[in-house]
């Protein structure tokens, strides 16, 4: 973002901002005239509960029924396990906090979501790399991972796996729900050893920006969730990155204890937000804003791996999303990427800035960090931009090739 503001002309296909032409502004102004109508205006500005907006609550719950195909007849997801928050990255910040402790292990997406990754350094927690296949988590890798800390004894320091399970940032990639349910299975199989409970916390930040009608259902539909799935999402992305509105549903004693963390930060997520989410959802102008949100982002992220296609070299590789806002990009390896590297330098002479692949992989000395990959997002650059950003990259990793 400084980069951006210090060199004029700069395209940015780093940061993970949202389209800034569909942003809902019509839609949020009629619902603002709305609540603050007659004499309901009051009660709108004060403080909500800890918790979050009930309604709001009610319909979180019964959309995630749907999304997960919950059966009508079945009681579905209790309304009262779900925790409004201030983003779903307030939430991610919480659960570091109840749950771990310094020197405790997180298993992660190798590579991962590098700003929860910055959370959990904050946390002096230590994550270890579980790889990726095109659809998901390596389920060998999640169980080699866990036999070493078994011999080596560090089991008991583990405490869980986070998974960006849709569209992932930075990859792109979807963890089936087969994968999901076996991994539960392979957690539960070393509590015993860690003593502990060992969670899965599914983000599941970009589920509803699917560019199909595909969905995959949550770990928390699986047989094997028993109390073990900690669910984080957003209406953030999918409606308005400025109404910091994310969400969680967690079993107990989770639930609590967040909630009591929550009230110490803030006292609950600001009520007039939540009430703007709650009647865009009520209404249904949150769906038809979605769906439209997610052809704009299909036809830029198509933009983007045109102009990939006719700007980079053969030997750069990407695999076309199908959801979310990233693409991420395999250079040679002998092509370095990194904030020193000579294609970063260079891609700034060219006035275009991505973020560097490295930056997305935590700590793990058990393997070297790859240095040959790069996030671009589609997100917020426009069409124009993209195609310009594009072709200056392709320019930039020529000349350093
Ligand atoms: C994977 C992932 N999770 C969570 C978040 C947090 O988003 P928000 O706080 O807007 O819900 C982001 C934001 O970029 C993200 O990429």
């Known amino acids: 973002m400084r ?20 942003l809902p502004v019509a839609e949020t102004r009629v619902i603002i005239k709305d609540l603050l109508k007659g004499n309901k205006g009051p009660s709108r500005l004060q403080y909500g509960t800890t918790y979050g907006d009930e309604p709001l609550r009610k ?19 209790d309304p009262d396990r779900f925790l409004i928050t201030h983003g779903s990255q307030q ?13 405790d292990i997180v298993l992660v997406e190798d590579p991962s979501y590098f700003v929860y990754l910055g959370i959990m350094q904050s946390h002096g927690v230590l994550g270890k790399g579980i790889r990726m296949e095109p659809d998901g988590l390596d389920l060998l890798s999640l169980e080699t991972t866990l036999e070493t800390l078994k011999k080596s004894g560090e089991l008991a320091r583990l405490k869980a796996l986070y998974l960006v399970s849709y569209h992932s940032n930075p990859t792109g990639i979807t963890t089936c729900a087969a994968k999901k349910e076996a991994a539960l ?27 199909s009608d595909k969905d995959t259902p949550s770990a928390l539909s699986s047989h094997n969730a028993s109390n073990r799935v900690i669910y984080t999402s957003t209406y953030s992305k999918p409606f308005a990155t400025g109404i910091r509105v994310g969400y969680g549903f967690l079993p107990e004693p989770l639930f609590t204890t967040a909630a009591r963390v929550k009230g110490n930060h803030d006292f609950g997520t600001a009520n007039f937000l939540q009430q703007i989410l709650s009647s865009a959802v009520e209404s249904g102008s949150y769906e038809e804003h979605v769906q439209k949100l997610r052809k704009r982002y299909a036809s830029k992220a198509r933009a983007m791996t045109r102009a990939c296609k006719k700007h980079f070299p ?18 040679p390896k002998k092509v370095k990427t990194g904030l020193r590297s000579k294609l970063f330098i260079e891609a700034l002479k060219q006035k275009v800035l991505y973020v560097p692949g490295n930056l997305c992989y935590c700590d793990d000395a058990t393997r070297r960090k790859p240095n040959h990959q790069m996030r671009l997002s589609f997100g917020s650059a426009s069409i124009k931009h993209i195609e310009e950003g594009i072709s200056r990259l392709g320019r930039a990793i020529k000349r350093v090739m």
């Open 3 to 22: 980069e951006a503001l210090e060199r004029p002309g700069l395209i940015s296909l780093a940061a993970g901002f949202t389209d800034n032409p569909s």
């Open 59 to 77: 319909l979180t719950a019964q959309r995630l029924d749907r999304m997960d195909g919950c059966p009508k007849q079945a009681k579905g997801y």
């Open 91 to 103: 939430l991610l910040y919480i659960l570091n906090e109840i749950l771990f402790d310094p020197g």
């Open 185 to 211: 299975k392979i957690l539960k199989g070393y509590e015993k050893s860690a003593g502990h409970p060992i969670y899965l916390i599914e983000d599941a930040a970009y589920r509803e920006l699917s560019f």
């Open 314 to 331: 053969e030997k750069v590789k990407w695999e076309n999303p199908e959801g979310g806002l990233y693409l991420w990009v395999n250079l």
